[in-house]
């Protein structure tokens, strides 16, 4: 199923892998695909040199390029040779499509800036941690010590930090294998509350959000090494696997 009122924003990075993977297995496919990054070249070479494998990945395959993807998923895409997601070329790019709703898998250490929320799309964001209780950076380890699970939460972002209208989420269970937490469990974790925002959508209609009560609402840093650390051997204390 084509959902054209969406389009996925894709960085190089594990979570737009982990998004487009989990879109074309629920059949819930963007209209189009924005692929942007300083290195497009290396991108298309990646693709170009993929051959595939036969994978048995239970949450998705980091492997797997971009580009292929999104070739094999016969899914419409446009690159722009810029990792800013405030660059002038992609306001540029983003004002030529026609899709609403903007599925935002940006780098790390880009927030985006007041212009792009002027530009009549809204953008979706998938925060790896409840919200409001899990503001900030690092969360998914910060619930986990605190609550012994994860968390993600779809929100329309706005200018504040993680501070946007809920449209959904969803808790995890500890994983009971060997997984990265970083670039598998965490990414896969938001694909799978991005699904729930699209089956909501294709459902009502709609994307039905709420304001964040602001009762309980924390913001964290990114986590200390040793604050990780114990967070990751309580997690192979529980279920008796090395992560």
Do not use: W
Not at 60 to 85: G, M, T, W
Not at 182 to 210: C, M, W
């Amino acid at each position: 199923m084509i959902l054209k009122e969406f389009a996925l924003l894709a960085s190089d990075t594990a979570r737009t892998k982990a998004y487009l993977q989990t879109m074309i297995l629920e059949e819930r496919l963007p209209g189009i695909c924005v692929v942007y990054s300083d290195n497009i070249t290396g991108i298309k070479d990646e693709a170009r040199k993929y051959h595939g494998k036969n994978g048995n990945e239970k949450y998705f395959d980091r492997d797997i390029p971009i580009l292929f993807s999104l070739h094999e998923a016969n899914i419409p895409y446009i690159l722009v040779e810029n990792k800013d997601i405030n660059s002038e070329q992609m306001k540029e790019a983003l004002m030529t499509i026609e899709a609403k709703y903007l599925i935002y898998s940006g780098y790390g250490g880009y927030i985006l800036k007041a212009h792009l929320f002027h530009i009549n799309k809204k953008f979706i964001h998938v925060h790896a941690g409840i919200l409001p209780q899990y503001r900030g950076s690092t969360t998914a380890y910060y619930s986990f010590l605190q609550d012994k699970e994860f968390g993600a939460t779809a929100i329309f972002l706005n200018e504040g930090i993680d501070e946007g209208e809920i449209i959904v989420q969803d808790t995890f269970e500890i994983p009971k294998e060997a997984v990265n937490i970083d670039y598998i469990f965490e990414p896969y974790t938001r694909a799978r509350v991005l699904i729930k925002a699209l089956n909501q959508y294709l459902e009502r209609g709609t994307l039905e959000s709420r304001e964040q009560k602001q009762g309980g609402a924390e913001t964290y840093f990114i986590i200390h090494p040793v604050l990780k650390h114990l967070a990751i051997m309580g997690m192979e204390k529980m279920t008796d696997t090395k992560l």
